[in-house]
């Protein structure tokens, strides 16, 4: 069974917390997972970016949302007894209008409870960018009209379901950074502005949710998101996904206003470098290695990746394994 994230927002008193999983060992990984002061994860971010460096292929919209959601392997379906987890779903720029109902269905059946949908160029195999690479601005900012028609879209295919729509807003992602300190000023400023708008237009086309997003090593895009939208709507849930600004608290950016919090690529930059790591020292040592430790043994005959994974993250810190 799968947790709905609607039920979650109300039972954590708007407080959520997610990671991304890319096949259902790093989904049982995020299921299992519990912080020194029992914090847990409360579901999965199935991210676009992850998913296809699972596949080998670039994360450019290459395969479309719906193409992808026909590739999330049985994420409905864990042993039972198991701690339910909400999942959402990365739909990019949310794929060919003809497909929206047909997406909203099969995510819906696969335990989904939000798909969120980002307001760049419309759909065009091969050409999206993703948001945090410094081209990410190649990749135009869509028209928050046209926008809207998309949410609209959404959220009449997901009127029967228990989904949540979210609009995720890159105007921060797409902005050139100016040398100037005072054009600088000038530019965050007509950002905000722009970002608070379209969060209006975006709620007005009955989006439930609002993500801002924002490649900055500073949390102050988001945090100024955060209050000027805050300040007319105490209720909309706000998303956020803090890779590059990481160093802030989590209860800075919920104490702000923020509901959900998405880890969005850690368990896929973990896996690359233990592996990494491990296959390296497997060259070293190799056959000893092996002849001395039947656990890792055991979990190689098997091949059980996510076995050996977690006997290399239970070293808890990476630079060790
Ligand atoms: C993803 O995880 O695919 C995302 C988040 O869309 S980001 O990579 O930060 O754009
Ligand atoms: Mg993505």
Redesign the pocket.
């Known amino acids: 069974m799968s947790a709905s994230i609607r039920s979650l927002l109300a039972q954590e008193k708007g407080r959520i917390r997610l990671l991304?999983a890319h096949d259902e060992l790093s989904r049982e990984i995020v299921r299992n997972g519990i912080g020194d002061d029992g914090q847990t994860f409360h579901g999965t971010?199935i991210?676009?970016?992850?998913q296809t460096t699972y596949l080998g292929i670039p994360?450019t919209e290459l395969i479309s949302p719906l193409e992808r959601a026909a590739l999330i392997t049985r994420t409905q379906s864990p042993p039972t007894n198991t701690r339910p987890l909400c999942t959402v779903y990365?739909a990019?720029s949310g794929g060919k209008r003809d497909d929206i109902p047909a997406l909203v269905e099969s995510l819906a059946k696969q335990g989904v409870s939000m798909i969120i949908i980002?307001d760049k160029a419309a759909f065009e195999p091969g050409k999206k960018v993703?948001?945090?690479k410094e081209t990410s601005g190649l990749q135009a900012q869509a028209d928050m009209y046209e926008f809207a028609q998309t949410i609209r879209a959404f959220s009449t295919a997901a009127a029967n379901f228990d989904m949540m729509i979210t609009a995720r807003i890159e105007t921060f992602t797409v902005r050139t950074i100016k040398d100037d300190e005072a054009e600088e000023k000038e530019s965050l400023k007509e950002a905000l502005r722009d970002a608070l708008r379209r969060a209006a237009v975006y709620r007005s086309a009955r989006a439930d949710a609002i993500m801002i997003?924002s490649?900055s090593p500073s949390p102050d895009e988001v945090l100024s998101f955060l209050a000027g939208y805050r300040a007319n709507d105490p209720i909309t849930p706000l998303v956020i996904?803090p890779?590059t600004y990481a160093k802030t608290s989590e209860d800075a950016f919920y104490n702000a206003g923020a509901n959900v919090i998405?880890y969005?690529?850690h368990l896929m930059r973990a896996k690359i470098s233990a592996v990494s790591k491990f296959s390296e020292q497997f060259l070293a040592e190799r056959p000893a290695l092996f002849a001395q430790d039947k656990d890792l043994n055991n979990c190689v005959q098997v091949q059980n990746y996510g076995c050996l994974l977690q006997r290399l993250l239970g070293k808890k810190n990476l630079d060790e394994a």
């Open positions: 991304e971010w991210s676009g970016l992850t994360d990365d990019d980002e993703n948001s945090l997003h490649k996904v890779t998405i969005a690529n």
